[in-house]
């Protein structure tokens, strides 16, 4: 935690810009030199994002919009002033919800690009639970304060929701593996706010893709019924890694057992594995990649008929083979070819990126997968 000179900062509220570290110790800095308050103000990079903090000192957050100005104030006005009020709580209207925060994860996936990252969204924005007596609210050494709630935000709030809906899973499906159960999370999320919306993105305003956002909001009712699931084991990941150039040596520490780590066996390129998302990554305009995937039917219609609906990035063709998948047992898999291709003469594309999805529908799941396409160079045109 840095520190501020005592001299300039006593008795005077502080404007700070967010980043670099944590918000709270920006307040606790302000507080050991004696400041009596802070406004704490977003970049561009946290855009409109607001997010609640147990400050050590009366605190109030703005989005850049009112940062830039009140940093515009303080520049050019002699003798600045401020005041914060509490107002208590005031309950207008919602924005749309959800929305994905500044701090999320984000893709694209550097390592395994063919590999579409984030998986899913989960909440983790002004999280309140209960709080230990352990710690103070800021974590802070030099806050003393005890409280048995807190309010919290980070990816360290949803992924123990994610893990929870995990934990309920297994629990319901004992029998489903872990790939199976990230399977049922991802094919049945959401990716519509509360307006019909396509969910937005929290720092900007605008519409999210799915390498912001993956393949949707976490949905716990849906998940429980997916009707499909990608399932994969631990040979599976082993080839995957095996394609991603990994030793057996370095492969071993993960399965802890030698003798797994083969690579004799490895998938062509990453995207092979039975993922339930795709990811192309072309090198050129005329470029064209398949992907097998296995489906495994979990629902309770042994004789289900599942049909696809397809939703193509700007800029490729998208096909199925086969155009349906009849199933004639309840645990039956069955297996499907996607194709993603270039198309058009000429293909015309102002974007390093397009997305898609692709649906399996038997008229009562809905299995989607999100596609991304990642285009050479920074977009352009080409004739076929």
């Given at each position: ?7 300039k900062v006593a008795g005077k ?73 509490f107002r208590g709580t005031v ?27 984030p998986d899913v969204i989960a ?262």
């Amino acid at each position: 935690m840095g520190e501020l000179d005592s001299k300039k900062v006593a008795g005077k509220m502080v404007l700070c810009l967010r980043g670099n570290n944590a918000r709270v110790e920006k307040g606790a800095a302000v507080k050991l030199a004696g400041g009596v308050g802070m406004i704490l103000a977003n970049t561009e990079e946290s855009g409109e994002e607001l997010i609640a903090d147990s400050h050590l000192v009366p605190a109030t957050m703005v989005g850049q919009k009112f940062g830039d100005k009140i940093r515009y104030y303080v520049q050019t006005d002699p003798s600045p002033t401020a005041t914060i009020v509490f107002r208590g709580t005031v309950i207008g209207k919602s924005r749309s919800a959800p929305r994905v925060a500044a701090f999320s994860s984000r893709g694209p996936n550097y390592r395994a690009p063919e590999i579409l990252k984030p998986d899913v969204i989960a909440p983790g924005v002004n999280i309140l639970a209960a709080w230990t007596g352990a710690a103070s609210p800021t974590d802070l050494d030099i806050d003393s304060r005890r409280v048995e709630f807190n309010i919290i935000s980070g990816t360290s709030m949803s992924c123990p929701h994610v893990s929870g809906l995990a934990a309920l899973l297994r629990q319901a499906h004992p029998e489903w593996s872990p790939a199976a159960i990230k399977s049922a999370l991802m094919t049945t999320a959401y990716n519509l706010d509360n307006s019909g919306e396509t969910i937005k993105d929290l720092a900007t305003g605008v519409e999210s893709t799915p390498f912001v956002r993956g393949a949707g909001h976490v949905d716990p009712n849906a998940a429980l019924d997916p009707g499909l699931v990608y399932d994969a084991g631990s040979d599976d990941y082993v080839a995957f890694l095996c394609t991603l150039g990994y030793s057996p040596s370095l492969i071993s520490i993960f399965t802890q057992d030698a003798s797994v780590a083969d690579c004799s066996t490895k998938f062509a390129r990453p995207g092979d594995l039975n993922y339930p998302a795709f990811a192309a990554v072309f090198s050129s305009y005329q470029d064209s990649v398949t992907y097998r995937r296995v489906v495994r039917n979990v629902g309770s219609n042994s004789s289900a008929v599942y049909q696809p609906t397809i939703a193509s990035p700007y800029g490729v063709d998208v096909t199925v083979t086969p155009s349906k998948l009849a199933f004639d047992g309840k645990q039956q898999s069955l297996g499907y070819e996607i194709t993603i291709a270039v198309s058009g003469n000429p293909v015309i594309v102002d974007s390093s990126y397009s997305f898609g999805s692709i649906t399996w529908s038997d008229g009562a799941h809905d299995v989607t997968s999100p596609i991304a396409v990642t285009w050479p160079s920074n977009g352009g045109a080409a004739a076929m």
